[in-house]
Structures are given as C-alpha cells and as structure tokens.
C-alpha cells in the first residue's frame, strides 16, 4: 500500500473504528466485548464536537487508534487497559467525573485515567504547560507498566499526527505548538525506552521524520 493510502487510513474515522471493533470482537470473550464497545460508545458522545488541531477529524479517532495500537502492535489483551486508553482523555478534556467512570467501568479502569490525567492550570502560559507535562511524564515513569503503556501509545499517536503534517501545510496553531511539541517528543522518547521497545523504536523513528519535515520547512523558508 502506497503512504498516501495509508496515510488516509490513518485519518479515516470509519476505518479505525471497524479496524478496532474488528480486533475487539476478535479477541475478547463476551463479557469484556461489551464492556470494551460501552466505553466506546462512552469516548464517542463525551468526545462528540471536538476535534484534532493538527488533523481536522474528530477527537475520538485519537484514543480509538491509541487502543488499536495496544492491541494490534504490542499484543495488550487486558480488557481494563483497552478501556483506560478509550477513555484516557475523558476527565482532562470532556471534564467527566472520576467518579462517573469507575460506575460505569470499575476502579481499576477510573485508576488508569487518573494516572493519565493533567489538569491544565488556567492562565497557565506555553512555558509553563511544557514544565508541567514534563513533571506528568516524569512521575509516570513511576506508574504501572499497563499505564505507561497506555501513555507510550498516547504519545505516539500524537508524533506521528504531527510527523504526518506536509511541512508546507503547517497551520498558525502548528506554527506555535510544533517546537513545544518537538521538545515533548524527544523527552517521551526516553520514557518511552524504560517501558517498550516497540514503543522506543516507533518513537524514535517518528521522531526523525518530524525532524526532517522541520528541517525542510526552515529550508524552504529561507529560499534555498
């Protein structure tokens, strides 16, 4: 398959969603099978008008393609982390409870997204935000393995959204947030060594195409 056709795979809600559902149904007993679409179900209502910055699609791609990663590349067939990465942005973003979580999904699951969760502080500048992801991923580094895992996922998902970004293309937002987001990067690239080598070698190479693209641009920027 050319990249281009992987490319609008990769953006295309209605395959990542049948491509999850697929997997999902293939490989879990029924009981986490429903438990595993409900919290989809759950991603998809509270996510629901909310979209990527540096894509265009709908939110609720990215945590279903950070559960496909889980399952399809690191072969996680533990129900509770399939759904702690469907439903890991729930309280940061969507501003659901906590406590509405473990009702509907159970302690374990509410744990995993408390771990995964950065509230922002308002008012909080660029600079600021940066320092503070960075203590989040440092105290990670402490975190279970299946949370870590959830968070290596997470962040690869972003990198390769931003590596996947024609440099030309680059919006005002990605103007702004891509040499923050470089930083990031390159900090979870190490967080992603002490927990996965498949995570550790996708991030890493990732990276390097990110970096060309940024290069590129600079390039082209200064008409050479």
């Not at 390769?160 to 030309?168: M, S, T």
């Amino acid at each position: 398959m050319s990249d281009i056709g992987m490319n609008a795979q990769f953006h295309n809600l209605k395959f990542q969603k049948k491509k999850f559902l697929g997997l999902a149904e293939k490989n879990f007993a029924i009981e986490d099978g429903k438990k595993i679409t409900s919290a989809l179900r759950f991603a998809e209502v509270k996510h629901k008008g909310q979209r990527r910055d540096e894509e265009s699609a709908a939110y609720v791609i990215h945590p279903i393609r950070v559960a496909t990663t889980l399952l399809e590349d690191v072969g996680i067939w533990d129900g509770d982390v399939v759904v702690g990465a469907l439903l890991h942005d729930l309280v940061e973003d969507c501003g659901v409870r906590l406590g509405m979580i473990e009702k509907r999904f159970g302690k374990r699951v509410s744990e995993f997204v408390k771990a995964l969760t950065r509230m922002a502080i308002k008012g909080e500048s660029d600079s600021e935000k940066e320092a503070h992801k960075k203590q989040k991923l440092t105290e990670l580094g402490y975190a279970s393995l299946e949370i870590r895992l959830i968070k290596c996922a997470d962040i690869l998902d972003n990198l390769r959204c931003a590596a996947d970004v024609p440099f030309w293309s680059w919006t005002p937002i990605a103007r702004r947030k891509f040499p923050r987001w470089r930083r990031e990067f390159h900090v979870a690239e190490e967080f992603a060594k002490h927990t996965h080598p498949f995570f550790y070698k996708e991030i890493h190479t990732e990276l390097r195409t990110f970096e060309v693209k940024r290069i590129m641009r600079g390039v082209v920027r200064l008409g050479m």
